[in-house]
Structure formats: C-alpha cells, structure tokens
C-alpha cells in the first residue's frame, strides 16, 4: 500500500515535536499556535520557502490543538490546517494525528472484481443510532456481521469528512481531510475498515470535489487574498466559482489545488485501507451548471487524480456520479475522465417507472430492455439502482412508499420493490442496494431519522429475498456464473402482457448460462410460450413470488423449463406470477 506524506503539508508528528507545513502564498508571515506554545502568535513562527511555509515545532505532539497564525496586510487570522487530519469540530481547532500508531494487523484485504461487486450505500449518521444522538462509526461496525449474512461484498460510505454541525448527508465538507468528529473521527474510520475487510467487505468512501463547504469554511480568503470578493488561492475567482451549493467552487487550474484533491484521495486509498472512491456530482466538476463542458481543467483534474489511482492503487475502484450517460467519464482514451464506473441515469428510471406505478398500461417494457442492455462498452461501467440517497430525498421516496403511499407495507409495495431489486442484481452492471432497502425501509430518507431497523423482523422474508438474490448474483451456488458476465440479450419483450425475458451469460454453458423472466403485470399468466437461448432443462433457481418471502405473495407454482425446438426456436411453457421475476439456470 502506498504511503501518503503530503509533501510535507499539515502536520507531521515525530519523536520530540511535529514538522508543520502550510500553502500561504499571499500570507506576510505564518506562526503555528497551539496547545504546545500557549496558543501564543509569536511563540512558533514558520519559515517561507516559495509559496509554502514550514517550522518544525519541539514538543508538539499528537492530541495537541493547533492553528495557523497567518498575516496579510496587518490583519492576524487563525485557520484550521487545510490538511488537518483531525478537528475538534468545524469551527474548532486542528488536532496533530499520528498515523501510524493504528494497528492494521497485516490488513491486506484486496477489492473484488468489478463483475463481482455488490454495493451497500450508508448513511453513518443514521444507519445505527441511540435514538437521541448522531449515528457513529462504530455503531456502524457492529452492524457488518448483518451485512456479510446478507451477502453485499462492498459497503458505500456517505461523505464523512468533517461538516458544520453533527447532523448532515456529508455534501458540505468543511475540512475534507478530517473525518467526521460526530462519527468518531479518523480511529473509528480504520476500524471500521478493518472489520469491513475481515468480514470480506470493501469499504468505499463518498468524496466531494465539486464544491466545499459552503458553511464553516477556514479555506475561505485562507491566506487573506481574494479577488471579486470570491474564496481566495483554494477556489475560482471568477463565474466558475458558482455552483449549486454556494460559491465554492475549488480552482481546478492551480496545480497547487489539483494537488490538494489528489492527495486527499490518496489518502482514504493509503492511509485509510479503503478500497475505492464514490464521486459526488462530477458534472459540476466540469461545469458550471451540468450542461455545457465549459470547465476542462475540470476533466484534467479527474484524469489525474484516476490516473495515480489506476498506477498506484490498482485494485481500488473510482466511481462517478455522472448521471449524464457519457461514455468518455469511464473512458481512459485521450479525452476520457478515467473512471471505473459511473452511476447510471440510464437504469435508474426507467425502472422505477416501470415499477412504481399501479396502472400496468402505464410501463414501458421497451424502455425495461434498453435500461437492462445499455452499456457503455463495459457492462461493469455503470452501477445501477432502484434506490440511492437521492432517489429516496428530494421530493422522491423510498420505492415501497412510492408503490403504495397509504400502506407501504402492502403486497403491492413488497412486490414493486422486490421487482426492482431483482432487475438490479440480474442486470448487467454493478448492482447497488441504499440502507434498509432489504427489509422495505419506508417513506424517504433524511440525515436526522434513523434507519428503523425493527422493519427488519416485520419483513424477515423481504430479506431473505434479497440475501438469495445476491447470493445468486455472486455465483454462491456455482450454476449462475453468466449474472457476473459481460453480456446480455433480450430473448421476448412483450408489451401487451407486460413481459420480457433476458439471457446473462459470461461465457456460457452449464453452471453458466441464465434465463430472468419478469412479469411485470398484475395478471398471472399460466402457461405461456417463453423463449430460451438453447433447448434443454433449465432449473428454476428463484421465484420472488415465493411464500416463504412473504406471506402477501400467491406462492404460484412455478417449475423448471423444459425448452424445445420450436421451429428453430428453443421455447418452453413457463407460468408466470404477478410482479415476479424467475430466474432459471442451465445446470446440464
């Protein structure tokens, strides 16, 4: 694993004192003040060499409080180090933290494949709660045996860098090397880590590179310039500094800014174990307002920064949300912004649509197959969703609360949901769940309502569903191979019986081969022709209108297929309960 040293940035601990370094290139003089010297402005001064300030300060040491001291135009202004790895809150002081005294115990846990990812995205504030204060870290550890039983391989951490106040979603980072104090801090953030990966789970983290802040920002004016009253050296100065969530936006041109997000990306990957990177709105990277790419240094500043991690960092992922369907995000060619993957507009819609509403007329089965085939190239380049923090907030709710507002624990809400989940863990792509999804969490989701995890006994079944769904999409029965595969046909779209039906395949054969047939219908059709990629037995391996699911389903009968030559097309007669997917495998 890479090691991370900020090129002598932030604070940097040592036997007898701390080497202290801070980017001021308009500051007239910069001190260091702290619990070490009495907080005394003139006690610890720096020494300038270029745009950079740096003192090594005796007896400072990890735990002490600090600021910097900075001077411009007779004005003394205290900030927090734009590197502080730790912070007593948004609006208090630095903390020197020593990385290296964490215990890692040889964690050499490695990301699983692309094809084999299964996303969990979390919350920590809200994920486990006492119900009368903020959700912490460890909290969320404790909950990492459930999600291993589950079957997820990856957990998606929301942002978790130090934000104004305790409760927030994470996309107002004040100090974005700093874990979240709320949360535990940078400790919690390891073990939390380190247990994911003994429970053979990734940890990715959601990181936000669009904009900071805009509250509770010591970044701001950092070193006393600015012009057009704008942020100062960390920030555009110009109509680029406008974005949707303040004015903040970081100055993608200084290569002293670029720097600053590659190290902090550098560091979660080094410092921190984690195993990838979840790109909050990269559009606004590149552009002001999303439309028009009228911010290429943007583009340069994502190709960099994926590059590194691409050479230094193989095994980690770097995921964007993008949600603009453009291939060049996830393309390395000349131009391409280097992603792995990208969230995928192109799946997330039309699938609610297709399940959400209680007119069946209403669904477009057309639209089904073209979420269910689209691809940029590589099937695992978009991660696909029914639910996400966004899907669920925003004027939208949680699928079961869309399907049946009155009653979000009717058969109607259980059966929309679990046909969005079956599209998403059969589809080609890097299937996603949002917390609590697996146990149909209602209503939609906010940072100061825990996760209300007594759902999870009312609707056991809803689960365990889910859990055999991933457990077929990662091949844990070894005749599912072709869910993990590249490719994908659509075998019948009927848009009459509101039916389709889809071959996933990796390199096919037996163990390999599999056959999803979704009715996405409230009718039961019994017996009808359904056509197969070859003649043969094909094996019902799940039927999300079991009983054992829920007892609100019909729990039809459904058997194995028995596809044969009908005039040169493999078909078998197949009966198909309402709002079910039936997944069959090619065992011989």
């Given at each position: 694993m890479s090691d991370v040293d900020f090129r002598g940035l932030g604070a940097h601990p040592h036997d007898g004192g701390t080497r202290f370094g801070v980017?001021?290139?308009?500051?007239?003089?910069?001190?260091?003040v702290g619990d070490f010297n009495d907080w005394n402005d003139s006690a610890s001064p720096l020494t300038r060499d270029g745009d950079v300030w740096s003192a090594d300060v005796a007896g400072a040491a990890p735990g002490h409080e600090y600021k910097f001291a900075?001077?411009?135009?007779g004005t003394v202004s205290r900030?927090?180090?734009?590197?502080?790895?730790?912070?007593?809150?948004?609006?208090?002081?630095?903390?020197?933290?020593?990385?290296?005294?964490?215990?890692?115990?040889?964690?050499?846990f490695r990301c699983p494949p692309m094809n084999e990812l299964v996303i969990y995205e979390t919350h920590v504030g809200s994920f486990v709660t006492d119900g009368e204060s903020v959700g912490r870290l460890d909290q969320a550890a404790a909950k990492l045996g459930y999600l291993k039983s589950l079957g997820i391989n990856a957990i998606q951490l929301m942002p978790l860098m130090e934000f104004a106040g305790d409760y927030s979603w994470g996309y107002n980072p004040a100090h974005v090397f700093a874990v979240e104090s709320a949360y535990g801090g940078p400790d919690a953030l390891k073990r939390l880590v380190k247990s994911a990966h003994e429970h053979g789970i990734a940890v990715i983290v959601d990181v936000v590179y669009n904009h900071f802040g805009p509250s509770d920002l010591d970044m701001w004016q950092f070193d006393g310039w600015s012009e057009n009253?704008?942020?100062?050296?960390?920030?555009?100065?110009?109509?680029?500094?406008?974005t949707p969530w303040g004015d903040t936006r970081?100055?993608?041109?200084?290569q002293e800014v670029r720097q600053f997000i590659a190290d902090n990306a550098r560091m979660w990957l080094a410092s921190y174990h984690a195993d990838g990177l979840r790109w909050d709105m990269t559009p606004y990277i590149r552009s002001v307002d999303a439309t028009v790419e009228n911010i290429p240094e943007g583009r340069v500043m994502c190709r960099e920064v994926n590059d590194e991690i691409r050479r230094d960092f193989p095994d980690c992922v770097s995921i964007a949300e993008d949600l603009h369907g453009d291939?060049?995000?996830?393309s390395t060619a000349d131009g391409g912004a280097g992603f792995h993957s990208q969230w995928d507009n192109h799946f997330v819609h039309p699938i609610r649509d297709a399940i959400i509403p209680a007119d069946d007329g209403s669904r477009s089965m057309a639209s089904v197959?073209?979420?269910?085939?689209?691809?940029?190239?590589?099937?695992?380049?978009?991660?696909?969703?029914?639910?996400?923090?966004?899907?669920?907030?925003?004027?939208?709710?949680r699928v079961p609360q869309e399907a049946d507002p009155d009653d979000p624990g009717s058969a109607r809400a259980q059966k929309a949901s679990t046909l969005g989940a079956a599209l998403t863990l059969t589809s080609p792509g890097i299937p996603m769940l949002f917390m609590g999804q697996e146990f149909l969490q209602d209503e939609w989701f906010r940072d100061n309502v825990p996760l209300d995890w007594s759902a999870l006994g009312d609707f056991h079944g809803i689960a365990v569903l889910h859990q055999d769904l991933i457990r077929l999409r990662r091949n844990g029965d070894d005749t599912t191979r072709g869910l993990s595969g590249q490719h994908v046909a659509p075998l019948d779209v009927d848009e009459a019986a509101k039916v389709i039906a889809y071959h996933r395949w990796m390199d096919g054969g037996p163990g390999d081969d599999v056959t999803v047939v979704v009715n996405a219908s409230g009718a039961t059709h019994e017996n009808v022709g359904v056509r197969f990629p070859s003649v043969g037995r094909w094996k019902l391996v799940l039927n999300t209108d079991a009983t054992v699911y829920s007892s609100s389903f019909t729990g039809t009968w459904v058997g194995d297929a028995d596809a044969q030559d009908h005039n040169g097309v493999p078909m078998a007669r197949v009966t198909l309960p309402p709002y079910t997917a039936l997944i069959f495998a090619r065992t011989e």
């Open positions: 980017w001021a290139p308009h500051a007239e003089s910069v001190t260091v900075i001077s411009n135009g900030r927090i180090d734009p590197y502080a790895r730790q912070c007593t809150n948004s609006v208090g002081n630095g903390i020197i933290y020593d990385d290296s005294t964490f215990d890692w115990d040889d964690d050499d009253d704008k942020g100062g050296i960390y920030f555009f100065q110009d109509w680029r500094s406008t970081p100055d993608y041109g200084r291939p060049t995000v996830t197959a073209e979420a269910i085939t689209y691809s940029y190239g590589d099937a695992f380049a978009r991660v696909i969703y029914t639910e996400s923090h966004d899907e669920v907030a925003n004027g939208q709710a």
